[in-house]
């Protein structure tokens, strides 16, 4: 759930949980990917939920959430795992073979709970869930073809909900039995007070970071007092050096990979394909990196 490298408004909450009448509505929560890919275009896939998902979500009479992007990296991960858990229904995006992308979808799979599975049509099936039914959208977004792709998504979250757990079980084609799902556990007045301030210390993070987007000329160090400084939309400030998202980083000569994002608290490096590290500032490496090969 890396932060992607180009500053997008955050999402959470972009819907209310009751219609205008007060009456609760169904929850669809998306699984896809969230920071910016290679192959596709910074922002892309914001603009496939804003364009493509939420309206089908809408068409089908469901509320579309999604974990948010600029918080993903403050975002308690109870929270984005319940939403998985306990949605109505999961729209899950396969393209680009995101690793968390399916390691949230085997999250679903285990409880067998009703899922969508979408993918443009650049990307390859997967293998091992090339038996489970997937709907394919173009990716380009073009206006002409967007609406019949939305009406796609739409039919399969009614049949999805329709069918219930007959269609895209995992656990069915393999015939075992889903999880058990977890029994609500009470906790103490301390406990709640503390996962209340930690909430909200993460929106107050969230809020800050979208501020950047309509401000860039303030660093977010300026506003969090972090030792990353934020240069600019796609360039970090990183021990006194300017580094750029996909620039190589080494210590003592030793190349680690290169910038995939930064926060204020860490920066994530891409070692290999499909394989992040995450190094935080308290890391005592993090103060050897550079971007000089020597």
């Not at 503390?194 to 309509?214: A, F, G, P, Q, W």
Request: net charge negative; glycine share 4%.
């Amino acid at each position: 759930m890396a932060a992607t490298a180009k500053a997008q408004k955050p999402v959470e909450n972009d819907q209310s949980n009751d219609d205008d009448k007060g009456r609760p509505v169904k929850s669809c929560f998306t699984i896809m990917p969230i920071a910016n890919m290679d192959d596709y275009d910074d922002g892309h896939f914001s603009r496939v939920y804003e364009h493509l998902i939420k309206p089908a979500c809408l068409q089908a009479g469901y509320v579309a959430h999604r974990a948010d992007v600029v918080a993903s990296s403050n975002y308690i991960i109870i929270d984005i795992l319940q939403k998985i858990i306990e949605s109505d229904i999961v729209i899950c995006d396969l393209s680009g073979r995101n690793p968390n992308v399916l390691y949230e979808l085997g999250v679903r799979q285990a409880f067998n709970l009703p899922t969508v599975l979408i993918k443009d049509k650049k990307t390859p099936r997967i293998f091992d869930i090339q038996g489970l039914r997937t709907i394919e959208y173009r990716h380009t977004l073009r206006i002409d073809e967007v609406t019949a792709d939305i009406a796609s998504i739409q039919n399969s979250i009614q049949e999805t909900a329709a069918a219930r757990n007959d269609v895209n079980s995992m656990l069915q084609l393999l015939g075992r039995s889903a999880a058990p799902l977890p029994q609500k556990v009470e906790l103490s007045n301390d406990t709640s007070v503390i996962l209340e301030s930690l909430k909200d210390i993460s929106r107050r993070i969230t809020r800050l970071e979208s501020s950047r987007s309509s401000n860039p000329d303030v660093s977010l160090d300026e506003i969090l007092d972090a030792p990353i400084k934020r240069l600019g939309a796609t360039t970090f400030e990183i021990n006194k050096e300017p580094v750029k998202l996909g620039e190589e980083l080494f210590i003592s000569g030793k190349s680690l990979g290169w910038l995939e994002s930064a926060n204020a608290a860490n920066i994530v490096i891409k070692t290999k394909p499909g394989l992040l590290r995450k190094i935080p500032i308290s890391d005592p490496d993090f103060g050897k990196l550079t971007t000089l090969p020597f």
